[in-house]
């Protein structure tokens, strides 16, 4: 099974500014995902990040506010950018189970982001 | 009406009783339903999975589908403490398309 490491675990982050999240997988995988769960809400999918190709972006979700860089098949970033209090959520990154198309098998243990 | 709905809860049973969690779904186009569990300040993990109508069983678990009602339940047997979490439902149509979550059960087991 995979293994994903996701830093930073939390943050507080002033309005305005931007914040990386890191997304370290022990193993190639070809399809990541980024996640929002806001409290009492659903996961909803931010974007799909394939290696070597544009992330592609669920409706609501843009690239100039949610950039997502894939340089290889074992690492990600999602960053938020020009942060409002809105953006506090728990963002979390997946990977599917190989062989399993379509499931999102693993998650990264979250990064709670509080906007202040 | 939402894609996928799900009882948030809370849930609170004694040790050792039988939960139920359950989800509808409106889209009769899902094909593949899956259970996660994530416990305070930690990602979801995956149950269990299932691409067909019927029960599927694994240890205390087992996860069943009814494709013609549109409902699909998660039961625990013998629960524990440690089985206190929140549960969430997921959908998918297919390989390539995003899942679908209920906004998950949380599940209190009182020692």
């Known amino acids: 099974s995979a293994v994903i490491s996701q830093k930073p675990s939390r943050d507080i982050c002033q309005r305005g500014t931007s914040l990386t999240i890191q997304c370290q997988v022990d193993?190639?995988?070809?399809?990541m995902f980024w996640y929002r769960q806001q409290p009492g809400q659903s996961l909803t999918l931010i974007a799909t990040?394939?290696?070597?190709?544009?992330?592609?972006?669920e409706s609501g979700f843009v690239i100039d506010k949610f950039p997502i860089s894939r340089p290889n098949l074992t690492f990600s970033t999602l960053t938020v950018s020009n942060m409002s209090p809105e953006d506090s959520s728990i963002y979390l990154c997946?990977?599917?189970?190989?062989?399993?198309?379509?499931?999102?098998?693993?998650f990264g243990q979250g990064t709670r982001l509080t906007v202040v | 009406q939402k894609e996928v709905e799900q009882d948030p809860g809370p849930l609170s049973v004694p040790e050792g009783a039988i939960v139920s969690l359950n989800c509808t779904y409106s889209n009769s186009a899902f094909q593949y339903f899956m259970w996660y569990r994530q416990y305070s300040r930690k990602g979801p993990e995956l149950l269990m999975y299932t691409y067909s109508s019927g029960n599927k069983e694994d240890g205390r678990f087992t996860a069943q589908v009814d494709k013609s009602s549109k409902y699909i339940s998660l039961f625990i047997r013998d629960s524990q403490p440690s089985d206190s979490a929140t549960y969430l439902c997921?959908?998918?149509?297919?390989?390539?398309?995003?899942?679908?979550f209920g906004k998950g059960t949380r599940l209190s087991v009182i020692a």
């Open positions: 997921a959908m998918g149509y297919s390989g390539n398309t995003p899942l679908v």
């Open positions: 997946s990977v599917s189970e190989p062989g399993i198309p379509g499931t999102e098998a693993f």
């Open positions: 193993s190639q995988v070809t399809m």
């Open positions: 990040a394939n290696q070597g190709s544009e992330a592609t972006y």
